[in-house]
């Protein structure tokens, strides 16, 4: 599949253009950010209503077959959404509800379990999301949260952090240690469980993207066996290529957030002035200017090649993911450093928009592991 | 047939080529088994020239210039088979690389006949003729001057850094034919033989020893009228055309091909050795390593994605100067890590104690150097991707 946008791609990449512009504001990030209690999208920090009319558009089920309800179309198109959306830092559940969760069903669930949620999710009705991570450092088995056998199934307790779209969430996916040590990647396993469930406490948390994220504490939560995602212990098999698709995902989300930082601060290059110039007539702000472009073509390249890799089954898929992390975040990292200091003092004001551009790629940067995270991998996974 | 399927044909026609005529000897990585650099250089120029017989040095080029006439999809199916077969990857020459795309595009119908076939099949070698002692960067001030008496025009003047001048057989050369015009109107484009009387040539010596580096002087040198190369005066805008190739193949040494004695992570684990893992012991090296190794990875997926894009009739025109600035400074971090890897064991510079594959090394890291000088500075392209590009203000 070649680096370039199909036909079909262009079109879908301008109705969505049109969409986001109309739908998602810049401000929206403040509102969700200064949310008052009470008003439910505000708790939520996306908005179920735009939500429900992406799903309309087809996008909540763009990548998943079309017998359960989805469009059965590839990542290429669903990076192209994403990507779009990443222009406008729109906050909405697909990293958490199509690609963590939603994934999750897809390639571990079994038919029942399938049948029971990905309809649910194409069709915006629900948002699932899925509760992970333990560390500040993206390590997927450092798993100390326990489920023990109990005559009835399972009785889990442990924390999770940073759990993506985590309050609010219609149902949420546990993963939980089984058997084995914290950093085993087997002994793992995942649970569907429904938030109410006692024994069950959600905390919501403020995060520099003003986006929805929670800690989930489980105290002795009893879940029943037909409960279990996949098989007992066999969870890292699944979620490894749940990972790999969902960080191709965010990468191209990423990618608007920064080609967009970039054309701002293009933007006011041309028009600011001092010294009686425009301050874009000063080399030596042309020449980070000309590096910061380097780096957000090669962000372009990577991204797309990631995502195709994906659509083609490549074997060498999980490498090109890694490589592309890598290389967005730090071209991400460098957009949002200089981007501040080349609009000078209002670049570091809250009324001026590029802060929240550099507040969101910082979150999402390290959101499913960091530039160091993926060039390890990288490196592994070369072989050296 | 279909184009996919005719493709497809294609690509195993050529893979059976190369499986027959790629010679064993160039199959080991060179150096590793400690094989004689002299031997392989032999074994290289025999592999150029069976290529050559086929067409393939200038594969898109029609077959009666001496190319292969293949379409562009063609072309890249060869490239893509030649790396993954790791064949060594074609030197970049001034014929091949940069004057030949100009002069098929704007040189008349004897020029073409008279010089594609030398270049397509590496018998006539060429040079460049384009910096002065007094212009570099700012190239179009430059001075060499030559007048039209009669049929001929009458060159005087000198250029420096002229790359194998002294084995080159024909020069492209910048020369000002109209001193009152503008400094970029009066500039012409020459093809001067260098057997030529009045040329002479003096070698220069770099940074990393002896070297092609050369100055070449012009006294009263008399070239035939039939040998300029476009109009009269519009010579600057095939400099540049011919600038946009060159960055195209500068740029293209930074992806890093088949051609190095041993690929990094190679280099680094047989001088750091590796732990149980099998990873490189230094870990601070192995980043390094893992850093320049995704970075090639990166500026080769752009170099494709600006083929297809090109393909695809989408403008990426001044891509060339973003692969050159890019390729070029990753050529000298991979260098620069090259001389950490081996410590103390890199510094050598002639006799014993010291292997001749850490020598080269040496001399590689040294004449990478230039890498971001030549074919207009690193800061020249910097500048060029901000006007033209970005559409920042002068
Ligand atoms: C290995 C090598 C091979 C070469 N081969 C050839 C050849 O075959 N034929 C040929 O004609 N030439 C050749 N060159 C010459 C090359 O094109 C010039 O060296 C180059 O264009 C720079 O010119 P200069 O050396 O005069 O440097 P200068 O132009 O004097 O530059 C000196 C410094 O000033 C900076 N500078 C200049 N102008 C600006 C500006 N506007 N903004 C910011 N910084 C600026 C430069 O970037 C550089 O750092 C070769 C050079 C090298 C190193």
């Known amino acids: 599949m070649p680096l370039v946008l199909s036909e079909e791609q262009t079109l879908l990449k301008n109705s969505a253009r049109e969409f986001v512009k109309a739908t998602f504001p810049v401000d929206q990030v403040r509102q969700f950010r200064d949310s008052q209690p009470g008003d439910q999208d505000k708790a939520l920090r996306y908005s179920r209503d735009h939500w429900q009319k992406m799903a309309e558009l087809g996008w909540a089920g763009i990548i998943f077959p079309e017998q359960y309800g989805g469009l059965g179309l590839g990542y290429a198109e669903l990076g192209v959404v994403l990507e779009e959306l990443g222009h406008s830092l729109a906050a909405q559940p697909f990293l958490s509800a199509v690609l963590l969760a939603g994934n999750t069903i897809l390639l571990g669930g079994n038919e029942a379990q399938k049948q029971a949620w990905l309809p649910a999710i194409c069709a915006g009705e629900k948002i699932l999301a899925l509760a992970f991570q333990e560390t500040g450092r993206f390590s997927p088995w450092q798993v100390s949260t326990k489920a023990e056998s109990v005559s009835n199934g399972f009785s889990i307790s442990g924390e999770k952090r940073f759990v993506l779209d985590g309050f609010g969430a219609d149902q949420l996916i546990v993963l939980a240690r089984t058997s084995g040590s914290i950093g085993d990647d087997h002994g793992l396993t995942l649970f569907l469980v429904a938030p109410e469930t006692p024994g069950l406490t959600v905390t919501s948390l403020q995060v520099l993207d003003s986006r929805n994220a929670a800690i989930i504490e489980f105290d002795n939560m009893v879940v029943s066996a037909d409960q279990v995602i996949s098989e007992v212990g066999k969870a890292s098999e699944v979620l490894t290529m749940v990972f790999d698709r969902a960080t191709a995902g965010l990468n191209a989300e990423l990618l608007g957030t920064l080609s967009e930082a970039f054309a701002r601060t293009l933007e006011y290059l041309k028009t600011r002035e001092q010294f009686g110039a425009l301050i874009g007539t000063f080399q030596a702000l042309k020449h980070r200017a000309a590096d910061m472009f380097c780096e957000q073509e090669h962000a372009i390249s990577m991204t797309m090649q990631a995502l195709r890799a994906i659509d083609n089954n490549q074997p060498d898929a999980s490498l090109l993911i890694s490589a592309a992390k890598a290389r967005t975040s730090d071209a991400a990292n460098l957009i949002g450093r200089e981007s501040i200091q080349m609009f000078g003092g209002i670049g570091m004001t809250d009324e001026e928009d590029i802060g929240l551009y550099m507040k969101r790629a910082r979150v999402a940067e390290m959101t499913l592991g960091d530039s160091n995270y993926h060039r390890e991998r990288f490196a592994q996974l070369s072989g050296f | 047939m279909s184009e996919d399927e005719a493709l497809k044909t294609f690509r195993r026609d050529i893979a059976d080529w190369i499986e027959q005529h790629y010679p064993s000897e160039l199959r080991q990585t060179p150096g590793a088994d400690g094989s004689d650099p002299q031997q392989t250089k032999t074994s290289e120029q025999n592999w150029l020239q069976i290529m050559a017989e086929q067409g393939l040095l200038a594969p898109t080029w029609p077959k009666e210039y001496g190319g292969a006439g293949f379409s562009v999809d063609q072309a890249r199916v060869l490239a893509q088979e030649q790396r993954r077969a790791k064949v060594r990857a074609i030197p970049i020459s001034a014929g091949l690389s940069l004057l030949g795309p100009v002069l098929l595009e704007h040189g008349t119908p004897e020029q073409k006949q008279q010089h594609l076939p030398g270049i397509a099949n590496g018998a006539v070698f060429w040079c460049q003729g384009y910096s002065e002692p007094g212009s570099g960067s700012d190239l179009a001030s430059l001075s060499t001057r030559a007048e039209l008496v009669g049929d001929d025009f009458i060159v005087n003047g000198q250029k420096i850094w002229t790359s194998h001048a002294d084995d080159a057989d024909w020069m492209f050369c910048l020369v000002r034919t109209d001193p009152n015009a503008s400094k970029h109107e009066g500039i012409s484009f020459l093809l001067i033989d260098m057997a030529t009387p009045g040329i002479s040539v003096s070698p220069i010596r770099l940074i990393s020893g002896p070297s092609a580096f050369c100055q070449t002087f012009f006294d009263d040198v008399r070239v035939g009228k039939a040998n300029l190369m476009g109009q009269l005066g519009q010579g600057w805008t095939l400099a540049k055309q011919l600038l946009q190739h060159e960055r195209q193949a500068l740029g293209s040494i930074g992806r890093g091909d088949a051609r190095r004695a041993l690929t990094l992570p190679e280099l680094a684990a047989l001088e750091i050795g590796t732990n149980a893992q099998g990873h490189i012991a230094d870990v601070t090296i192995r980043?390094?390593?893992?850093?320049?190794?995704?970075?090639?990875?990166?500026?080769?997926?752009?170099?494709?994605?600006?083929?297809?894009?090109?393909?695809?009739?989408?403008?990426?025109?001044?891509?060339?100067?973003?692969?050159?600035?890019?390729?070029?400074?990753?050529?000298?971090?991979?260098?620069?890590?090259?001389?950490?890897?081996?410590?103390?064991?890199?510094?050598?510079?002639?006799?014993?104690?010291?292997?001749?594959?850490?020598?080269?090394?040496?001399?590689?890291?040294?004449?990478?150097?230039?890498?971001?000088?030549?074919?207009?500075?690193?800061?020249?392209?910097?500048?060029?991707?901000?006007?033209?590009?970005?559409?920042?203000?002068?």
């Open chain 2, 287 to 394: 980043n390094e390593v893992a850093q320049c190794e995704l970075d090639s990875l990166a500026l080769r997926t752009t170099m494709s994605r600006s083929a297809d894009q090109a393909r695809a009739g989408q403008n990426s025109a001044h891509i060339a100067s973003m692969l050159k600035l890019y390729g070029s400074e990753l050529t000298n971090r991979r260098h620069e890590l090259m001389m950490s890897i081996r410590g103390t064991d890199g510094v050598g510079w002639d006799g014993p104690g010291y292997s001749p594959a850490a020598m080269r090394t040496t001399r590689q890291w040294l004449r990478a150097k230039g890498n971001s000088i030549e074919g207009g500075t690193n800061e020249i392209q910097r500048n060029v991707i901000a006007k033209r590009v970005l559409g920042l203000p002068d």
